[in-house]
């Protein structure tokens, strides 16, 4: 019998750190995320990211196949191919598994970067503009480290970054989590 892969037993305590962006809505994460992750592989970490998804999303279209499956009543439905491989999986329950249940899905790399999930407990940097017109997160939340502005943020305990500083936003995670660069 083969054995089972060690994607679906990976524990959360293992190596792999995990770092998260949080903001409000056009705060900017994607689009930061998006600049770190070349940013960061270029040092030589190996990067893979989880992101929290409105809760309507779908991957999934009608007419295909997987939709199909799970349609009719498919718990998982695996799609692949030789260019990459997806799994979706039917919380018919209704209950939202957490970033922990979730990682235990993902291959171990050097860094997972989270992107929502602001409620949960793991170490953040928060990516803030003061044109959204939203609150700061960070006075609130003792696990967010660091802010990410396009400007000036008055009154932090804690280091305000240059949102367009993608180098040293990257030292700064690095850092954090204790990745030194490699040789790429």
């Not at 998804?53 to 498919?74: C, I, L, M, N, T």
């Not at 235990?104 to 409620?119: A, F, P, S």
């Not at 793991?122 to 802010?147: M, N, Q, Y």
Request: charged share 25%; hydrophobic share 40%; glycine share 8%.
């Amino acid at each position: 019998m083969a054995s089972r892969s060690p994607r679906r037993s990976r524990a959360w305590a293992d190596p792999m750190r995990v770092f998260g962006l949080v903001g409000y809505s056009g705060s900017g994460k994607t689009t930061l995320l998006v600049r770190l992750i070349p940013e960061i592989v270029r040092r030589g970490v190996t990067v893979s990211t989880l992101k929290h998804a409105h809760h309507g999303f779908d991957v999934d279209q009608p007419g295909k196949d997987s939709y199909e499956h799970r349609q009719a009543g498919a718990t998982e439905v695996l799609v692949s191919s030789a260019r990459r491989w997806a799994l979706m999986h039917e919380s018919r329950d209704g209950k939202e598994p957490g970033p922990e249940e979730l990682m235990r899905h993902m291959t171990n790399v050097d860094l997972l970067l989270i992107e929502g999930y602001k409620r949960e407990g793991h170490e953040k940097l928060e990516v803030w503009r003061s044109a959204t017109g939203k609150p700061l997160l960070a006075p609130d939340d003792r696990s967010i480290l660091a802010v990410a502005s396009d400007g000036p943020v008055a009154g932090l305990s804690i280091p305000v970054l240059d949102l367009n500083d993608v180098p040293a936003i990257a030292d700064f995670i690095l850092a954090r989590c204790g990745l030194p660069a490699r040789s790429a």
